[in-house]
């Protein structure tokens, strides 16, 4: 089963409109990292948080998480053309190096 | 500055062939991982390994063998291919600490018949 599921699975926005998407899990965790993947190409890392961490920022990016919930947000402010891509949530079994990828959501910003 | 490559890029298989693909990651990371990627699903793990000499079954093993005789290559083996393995295969690396933050390759898409 998946540890990660992000939601929505689809996402079409206008540029400069912010995109948020989610992602739940399902054990403990050290931390989780969100990873962007082009059209036909490999998955790059944008950003990871800590679990003791509850939120963080990088550019225009913004995480929360919340291990209560066990849920993950990955916030994109003023989206641009260029942010469209499939972004994936990637976890791993405290402990392990089991990485488990949620089934990402596909965004669309349409200039 | 190449990262993580892999080979080849492309390959089309005959039902029960077998071949290897080859990563390759000049960073000196000691973690190396296999995933499957299909249509409209996120990656899922296949083996990894925390070392040299050292390997590990992920969330889907079965019909795959990989080795890691060396730090810098990963290969991953398909033995006796199946149209199920269809797919499109990524290598990634991390180094210990850090969070394990993973560097990919570009993929291998594989093509059974």
């Known amino acids: 089963s998946q540890q990660g599921e992000e939601d929505p699975q689809a996402l079409s926005i206008q540029e400069g409109e912010n995109a948020t998407m989610n992602c739940s899990y399902k054990t403990s965790i050290n931390n989780l990292q969100w990873y962007r993947q082009n059209s036909g190409r490999g998955l790059v890392h944008l950003i990871l948080i800590r679990s003791n961490e509850r939120e963080k920022h990088s550019g225009r990016l913004r995480v929360t998480l919340d291990t209560s919930k066990k849920s993950s947000s990955l916030l994109i402010t003023a989206s641009r053309a260029a942010d469209t891509a499939s972004y994936f949530c990637a976890t791993a079994p405290s402990g392990t190096y089991k990485y488990i990828f949620g089934t990402g959501t596909r965004l669309k910003v349409l200039a | 500055n190449a990262g993580v490559t892999q080979t080849p890029k492309f390959r089309v298989l005959k039902t029960g062939q077998s071949m290897t693909l080859l990563c390759a990651q000049d960073m000196n990371h000691e973690y190396m991982y296999w995933y499957r990627q299909d249509p409209g699903m996120g990656l899922r793990l296949i083996h990894y390994s925390v070392g040299e000499g050292t390997t590990a079954k992920g969330e889907v093993p079965d019909g795959y063998n990989v080795s890691r005789l060396k730090k810098q290559n990963f290969l991953l083996g398909l033995e006796s291919a199946a149209p199920s393995q269809t797919s499109v295969y990524f290598c990634?690396?991390?180094?210990?600490?850090?969070?394990?933050?993973?560097?990919f390759g570009a993929g291998t898409r594989l093509s059974v018949l």
């Open positions: 990634a690396s991390s180094y210990q600490g850090g969070g394990n933050i993973q560097y």
